[in-house]
């Protein structure tokens, strides 16, 4: 029993440094990280050559900047980025594995990912719909598929 005192004291030590080591790494950047860990690339690719280049491409691997104008409030599984030039980007997160904060609305977000434009369903755009909370009229408005600049993210940076 001495033995399983101690090595769970131990334990516990370890889990809190790691955890302060992880606050402190995130917080030198001012930023709360989720998903994978990437570099902050100087000066991440322009919006506008990313919709140049998926033109002529299916998807590009990239990095995007902007500020985050909504989040599912469900559960923080998706969201939408205002990108420059008045453009915006829907945001997942590969394999569903991770989640952002649900009040992370209005903060700078830097998302290593995939871009790519997709066709987006009736049935999808109400679902998203729901999650952010439409109203029934509003939801019932959505009668066509539209295209729309996707992203699908591996990590995520947000500026607190």
Known sequence: MKRFNIFTIILM???MFA?????????????????????????????SIVYQNIQAKDTITTQLIGSIKEVCQAKGCWMKVNLAGNKEVFVKFKDYGFFVPLDASGNKVVMNGKAFVE????????????????????????TKPKK?????????LIKK
């Open 119 to 142: 066709e987006v369903s009736v049935d999808e755009q109400r679902h998203y719909a729901e999650d952010k909370g439409a109203t029934k009229d509003e939801i019932e408005k959505i």
């Open 19 to 47: 955890g302060a080591y992880a606050q402190d790494n995130a917080s030198s950047k001012n930023y709360g990280a989720f998903g994978a860990n990437f570099e902050e690339v100087e000066g991440a690719e322009d919006n």
């Open 148 to 156: 729309t600049l996707r992203f699908e993210a591996d990590g995520v």
């Open 13 to 15: 030590v370890c889990f």
